[in-house]
Nanobody
């Protein structure tokens, strides 16, 4: 499975971006999908996840109320809407496929990683 993330860019604080992650084949429709991020000098951390049917979502505390994850299984694509961005949201954002049908907050439970897309927020 290849994952292609896009939609990153540079915005000012308070701005919005929409990240997309397309999978090369349909296998991800039975798997949970997630977004992680990694800032310079920091470990990769969980941001948001969604179950394979899209009925269950989960967010890291630092993005609750600002980010929204969704998916379109017909298009093999998962999205992350980023609103009210802050400078501390600056990072490379990675999409990731869960080993199971639900989301995962743990890197060891990820079966595939996307290549990452850079989000830069200036204050």
């Amino acid at each position: 499975v290849q994952l292609q993330a896009s939609g990153g860019g540079s915005v000012q604080a308070g701005g919005s971006l929409r990240l997309s992650c397309g999978a090369s084949r349909r296998t991800t429709s039975n798997n949970g999908m997630n977004w992680f991020r990694q800032a310079p000098g920091k470990e990769r951390e969980f941001v948001a996840g969604i179950s394979w049917r899209g009925g269950d979502t989960y967010y890291a505390d630092f993005v609750k109320g600002r980010f929204a994850i969704s998916r379109d299984n017909a298009k093999n694509t998962v999205y992350l809407q980023l609103n009210s961005l802050k400078a501390e949201d600056t990072a490379v954002y990675y999409c990731a496929v869960s080993r199971s049908s639900t989301y995962t907050t743990r890197r060891e439970n990820v079966s595939y990683w996307g290549q990452g897309t850079q989000v830069t927020v200036s204050s």
